[in-house]
């Protein structure tokens, strides 16, 4: 007799991976690639996104989901850029969820037009600690580091850092207005996560926003190419 | 004959206010005062509470208890000014939580030298969301808001700027060097949470810092008053 064995969802995580596998498989089917762009609150998520906007993106077409508490303010910024974006606020949750999960996720993914687009950027809820956590399905994770957050972050949390192949280390332009280092933060960047990649920029002026842009562009050519 | 009904807690914040309950009950007891400080990751707690202790609290006699993930860098700092300091770190629950709750706070009341402080300041894990849903037993609330994250956070995370009677904002020697609206901000938080009181300080230069000190000041000489 053939026995087949499933193991049931045990918790809340299993739950979520199961439903991020769905959303991985829509993805493929339209050959969408999926970054997960995380951060602290107020590191700098959309204005690097509008700075990459303004610089466009070449042949690959993106779209934006917006995750926050409550509000709309950071949709309206990116709808300036002609960019499809959706907005998922999470505060029917518990009093507000922290994080974005793969469910969420998915409950937004009819109001995007997946079939258009080659890279959908998910600007995760303002946390260095949950966010981490929940996978939605995405191909890679990004975090932003603001310079004026202090080099002991990668210490304090790191699933975070450990999370996200990209380290951008943001607001470079006020490093001469702070007794900041970054050789220590990336030292510590490096302790928690040996061999992820960093990229330092300037949202505000542009310094270092091409090559991020550029790492953006190699991911929503990832599923094209096996598409 | 007589009928008693007792309403079972019903679930994880019906928990927490229980514990919480009983954690006020100890520091009531011995006389403490207790501020639940609370911030993004990176806004400057440990730094402020360093320039506090610099300046020293006068006749209040203030201990510490630090909340963060993983590590006990913050505590070590604080240990410096030889206030009496413990370090809870999270990271044994979930990944990590991304908060302090009531229960975290008991497991430490008994490392703590109740009966010989004033005040205690309760350092929680960075995060603007669930830090501010769960009490733990405090007389009062402070968050610190960055002028580095941007004038939106009090309509972004709504809950954490109502939660708070007051509004550290933090950082501002770099004022001359962003695009940072002091006025937006301020009636932003007047918008969510009408009346609270603010306070605008430099960790790092010192300025605005003791006028923050004696807010602390006073919340220590509450408990005293009605001891």
Redo the contacts between chains.
């Keep these: 007799m053939h026995r087949t064995k499933v193991k049931v969802a045990e918790d809340a995580?299993d739950a979520n991976t199961t439903i991020a596998q769905a959303n991985r498989g829509d993805f493929d089917r339209d050959g969408v690639s999926v970054v997960n762009l995380m951060s602290?609150?107020?590191a700098g998520k959309t204005t690097l996104l509008e700075s990459v906007f303004g610089m466009g993106l070449g042949d690959v077409r993106a779209g934006v989901l917006e995750g926050?508490?409550?509000?709309s303010?950071d949709a309206d910024r990116i709808a300036h850029f002609h960019v499809p974006v959706t907005q998922i606020n999470t505060d029917s949750g518990?009093?507000?969820?922290?994080h974005l999960d793969a469910n969420m996720v998915r409950s937004a993914l009819g109001t995007l037009p997946l079939a258009d687009i080659d890279l959908l950027v998910i600007e995760n809820?303002?946390?260095?600690?949950?966010p981490?956590?929940f996978r939605v399905g995405e191909d890679a994770r990004a975090m932003i580091c603001?310079v004026?957050?202090?080099e002991?972050?990668p210490?304090?949390?790191?699933?975070m850092f450990r999370a996200c192949e990209m380290v951008v280390v943001n607001?470079i332009?006020?490093l001469p207005?702070?007794?900041f280092d970054v050789d220590k933060l990336l030292y510590n960047v490096e302790t928690v996560n040996p061999g992820a990649k960093h990229q330092l920029v300037s949202a505000?002026t542009g310094e270092g926003v091409e090559a991020f842009r550029d790492w953006l562009v190699g991911v929503g050519e990832r599923e094209k190419a096996t598409a």
Tied chains: 1, 2.
């Design positions: 995580l602290a609150p107020g926050d508490v409550q509000g303010m518990f009093g507000g969820e922290c809820v303002g946390n260095l600690v949950c981490a956590e603001s004026t957050e202090g002991d972050k210490l304090k949390y790191p699933l607001k332009d006020l207005h702070l007794d505000r």
